[in-house]
T-cell receptor, first 119, second 114 residues
Framework: GAVVSQHPSWVICKSGTSVKIECRSLDFQATTMFWYRQFPKQSLMLMATSNEGSKATYEQGVEKDKFLINHASLTLSTLTVTSAHPEDSSFYIC???????????????FGPGTRLTVL | AQKITQTQPGMFVQEKEAVTLDCTYDTSDPSYGLFWYKQPSSGEMIFLIYQGSYDQQNATEGRYSLNFQKARKSANLVISASQLGDSAMYFCAMREGGYSTLTFGKGTMLLVSP
């Protein structure tokens, strides 16, 4: 299989605090991981592409100093929302590619998502 | 121009009937892949079906089939014999060339009634 987990599944924090979300590939090594943001009843918007051992590539309009991404190992990527504000409240989803999956080329396997609420 | 267009914000279908969810795409790359995902209210993204640009036959996976019309740049998802559990948001997405990034459409909310 190709299972991706996220932790926590939901988090509530106060405005001004930082929140870290973990994304793990449980049964494969993920050289590339992706972070998405999804507002209610909207589509997934790619925030950044994360490659193990290198700096993340952020999409246009995404503040790299606010959304810190670290991909320190082949099975773990983290997204830290720094100095969170209510407008950062959203559903954050990660995904990973598994070159050995045998499925469609560059298929992404998605985590279950993390719902962030900033008060 | 939008790369992926899903023109149906919402669709209603009765249980056991078939339903088609529309998706058109825009790319100049001859090599691309089209994905359909289901997102229930829990939020998880469930992969349904994939069609590669060079695939000769339309993809099928159980009750899901993809009506791929390359010249029209459309990749409609057909769900046969709808079930109540099919009620969810459905997203069409595209990968272009050798890149692994996906571009998603805005989605279609499908409601299946008894």
């Amino acid at each position: 299989g190709a299972v991706v987990s996220q932790h926590p599944s939901w988090v509530i924090c106060k405005s001004g605090t930082s929140v870290k979300i973990e994304c793990r590939s449980l049964d494969f090594q993920a050289t590339t991981m992706f972070w998405y943001r999804q507002f209610p009843k909207q589509s997934l918007m790619l925030m950044a592409t994360s490659n193990e051992g290198s700096k993340a590539t952020y999409e246009q309009g995404v503040e790299k100093d606010k959304f810190l991404i670290n991909h320190a190992s082949l099975t773990l990527s983290t997204l830290t929302v720094t100095s969170a504000h209510p407008e950062d409240s959203s559903f954050y989803i990660c995904s990973a590619t598994n070159p050995s999956s045998g499925g469609p080329p560059n298929e992404q396997f998605f985590g279950p998502g993390t719902r962030l609420t900033v008060l | 121009a939008q790369k992926i267009t899903q023109t149906q914000p919402g669709m209603f279908v009765q249980e056991k009937e078939a339903v088609t969810l529309d998706c058109t795409y825009d790319t100049s790359d001859p090599s691309y892949g089209l994905f359909w995902y289901k997102q229930p209210s829990s939020g998880e993204m469930i992969f349904l079906i994939y069609q590669g640009s060079y695939d000769q036959q339309n993809a099928t996976e159980g009750r899901y089939s993809l009506n791929f019309q390359k010249a029209r740049k459309s990749a409609n998802l057909v769900i046969s014999a709808s079930q109540l559990g099919d009620s969810a948001m459905y997203f069409c997405a595209m990968r272009e060339g050798g890149y692994s990034t996906l571009t998603f459409g805005k989605g279609t909310m499908l409601l299946v009634s008894p």
